[in-house]
């Protein structure tokens, strides 16, 4: 991570806040995504991680602070607005359409980067470059050979995987992943982080998981929050070592 | 791929069949099938947003009545208003008032959704019930069924039964066609995906009110063609064309059928039709059997008549 000074910030917060009633629930959270890194989020179960995520994506709007793709403030924009512009996520809660098939998952989600759906005649089977890069997200995603499956009748852990397959479709240059590996079984995991890993040169990755192994395979950065705030951020080596983060979270987990 | 066959060679079978009904059967008959097709179109285009879309109105008739209206009031009193200008005119205010309404009532969603859409339709019907603008409750005649020409050139006399009819099995082919090659489309694809999961589609990067929006205005052109052609039918355009009763008996054909196929809200116009005859024959209080055969229907086929014939298969959705 030597070069780390070096790589241009794609996704910026300042100062970001969102509350429900009287919850913060993301409290004053100041944070960046560089392109070629993973920028992993760790905390625990409530600590504010997928809201987080949700105010980046558009999914929730802030209640303060700012958020800023590139030099573009992306602050309150709808989310298939900040999709466009090239911000993928995918769902802690499996957010996929089950009634269709693993492809036509990915295929719809592909669709999106047309210049416009706005297309009434030709089938959309035939869009080539669209049917392309859902394969292609479908193979990455590890479910080749799954696709003409109906994704109700896909396992758990597939289901998961055609989440993720969906987020890569649409060709994101950013990706949001909100705990990728959870209900995923050992061997897709791994596989998963392999993906991750070979991802990352093309990406800014914001990581949110609770497989702390994966974590600290793929982590450049590593954020802890607690409560909705951050407790600590800086190089992973530097927080596992942290005896602050010990005590509010890893200290647990991390007896090995 | 070997499905779409099947179904090309069923409706092909099918669509010889209702051609040669007018020669088989007599006036009665075909008049009663001219007024299923008519009504399938309308069924149809319900379908593409409760079915396919997942926008459940209940004032669909809104856009059927109003066309109807159009027609009525641009045709001179005894004269026959020319076809493809009061057809244009009758599309084209359809359309409109599906735009304006639909940039309303698509901002709310669920429950909200079909209460609007209801008011939209009860307000639609006493603008023309109580005011004088088009023969208030008593409705408008249309005395003379409009003349299509192609440069001079009359293919079809609206006069006749027969004619009248084989122009709206045309018609209800085509439309059945289009929405195909719409529903397959990369459109069709969104507005499937926004019925089943609309949250994921925006956070896919889709501006989902815009595919609802085109959509609405699509189904309300499409309910004006077939409120057009009612008011070709039967001569006079009332306010119940556009009030509540229309709506939900169109609704009814989908629950009967089978939404979100096409085909089932057709065979539920049919069905509901020959029924409502039927019952009607045996019974002043007609709407009694009808009433209990709708809830046998929906309690024991839940995927509508249509579903007895597909089986399990899921409604036409994604099998992509
Ligand atoms: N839509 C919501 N309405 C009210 N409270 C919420 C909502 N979403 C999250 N919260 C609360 O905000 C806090 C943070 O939740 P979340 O971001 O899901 O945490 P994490 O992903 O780190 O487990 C929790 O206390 C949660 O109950
Ligand atoms: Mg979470």
């Known amino acids: 991570m030597a070069e780390a000074a070096a790589r241009e910030t794609v996704l910026r917060t300042e100062a970001l806040s969102r509350r429900f009633g009287g919850l913060a629930a993301v409290d004053n959270v100041a944070l960046e995504c560089r392109m070629g890194e993973v920028h992993a989020v760790i905390g625990p179960n409530g600590a504010g991680k997928t809201t987080l995520i949700n105010l980046l994506s558009g999914d929730l709007p802030p209640s303060a602070g700012r958020v800023f793709l590139r030099d573009r403030e992306i602050t309150g924009l709808r989310s298939d607005a900040i999709s466009r512009l090239g911000v993928g996520r995918s769902y802690q809660k499996t957010n996929v359409f089950l009634p269709f098939t693993a492809f036509e998952n990915a295929r719809v989600a592909a669709q999106s980067r047309l210049p416009s759906s706005m297309r009434f005649f030709r089938s959309a089977r035939t869009y080539r470059q669209v049917n392309e890069a859902a394969e292609r997200a479908l193979v990455q995603a590890g479910l080749e050979?799954?696709?003409?499956?109906?994704?109700?009748?896909?396992?758990?852990?597939?289901?998961?995987?055609v989440e993720i397959a969906m987020t890569l479709a649409t060709g994101p240059s950013t990706l949001l992943l909100d705990e990728p590996l959870a209900g995923m079984g050992a061997e897709e995991s791994a596989r998963i982080v392999e993906l991750l890993q070979k991802l990352v040169a093309g990406h800014a990755i914001l990581l949110v998981e609770h497989d702390m192994d994966a974590v600290f395979a793929v982590a450049d950065v590593l954020t802890v929050m607690v409560n909705g705030a951050v407790l600590a951020s800086g190089p992973p080596e530097a927080i596992r070592s942290n005896p602050e983060v010990q005590e509010a979270y890893l200290g647990t987990e991390e007896a090995h | 791929m070997a499905g779409a066959r099947v179904r090309l060679a069923v409706l092909g079978v099918l669509a010889l069949a209702l051609a040669a009904l007018p020669f088989l059967a007599d006036k009665f008959y075909v008049q009663l099938a001219t007024k299923i097709l008519i009504l399938a179109i309308f069924a149809m285009s319900l379908d593409l947003l409760v079915g396919y879309t997942g926008l459940v109105s209940l004032g669909h008739a809104a856009f059927f009545g109003f066309a109807g209206y159009l027609l009525a009031?641009?045709?001179?009193q005894y004269e026959a208003a020319n076809l493809w200008t009061s057809l244009a005119i009758a599309l084209a205010g359809s359309a409109v008032l599906?735009?304006?309404?639909?940039?309303?009532?698509?901002?709310?969603?669920?429950?909200?959704?079909?209460?609007?859409?209801?008011?939209?339709?009860?307000?639609?019907?006493?603008?023309?019930?109580?005011?004088?603008?088009?023969?208030?409750?008593?409705?408008?005649?249309?005395?003379?069924?409009?003349?299509?020409?192609?440069?001079?050139?009359?293919?079809?006399?609206?006069?006749?039964?027969?004619?009248?009819y084989l122009v709206v099995l045309v018609a209800a082919l085509g439309?059945?066609?289009?929405?195909?090659?719409?529903?397959?489309?990369?459109?069709?694809?969104?507005?499937?995906?926004?019925?089943?999961?609309?949250?994921?589609?925006?956070?896919?990067?889709?501006?989902?009110?815009?595919?609802?929006?085109?959509?609405?205005?699509l189904a309300g052109t499409l309910a004006g063609l077939a409120g057009y052609l009612a008011a070709v039918q039967f001569g006079v355009v009332n306010p119940d064309m556009l009030g509540f009763h229309v709506s939900a008996s169109a609704l009814m054909m989908l629950i009967l059928g089978g939404m979100g196929t096409l085909v089932g809200p057709a065979i539920g116009a049919a069905v509901m039709m020959t029924l409502e005859l039927l019952f009607q024959k045996i019974t002043d209080h007609w709407l009694l059997p009808m009433g209990v055969f709708i809830v046998l229907v929906a309690l024991l086929l839940p995927r509508g008549l249509v579903g007895l014939v597909t089986g399990a298969r899921a409604k036409d959705d994604s099998r992509g």
């Open chain 2, 73 to 76: 009031l641009v045709s001179p």
């Open chain 2, 98 to 164: 599906a735009l304006v309404i639909g940039a309303l009532v698509l901002r709310t969603s669920g429950i909200y959704f079909i209460m609007v859409t209801l008011a939209f339709g009860e307000m639609l019907f006493h603008l023309f019930h109580d005011t004088s603008i088009a023969g208030g409750s008593d409705g408008i005649y249309v005395y003379v069924r409009p003349v299509g020409t192609i440069f001079g050139w009359q293919p079809f006399d609206f006069e006749d039964f027969t004619h009248f």
């Open chain 2, 175 to 217: 439309v059945y066609a289009l929405l195909r090659m719409v529903l397959a489309s990369p459109f069709g694809r969104v507005i499937v995906g926004i019925r089943v999961n609309e949250h994921r589609m925006r956070s896919l990067g889709y501006h989902t009110f815009r595919y609802k929006l085109v959509c609405f205005v």
């Open chain 1, 145 to 161: 050979g799954r696709e003409g499956i109906p994704v109700s009748a896909l396992s758990h852990g597939e289901q998961r995987q």
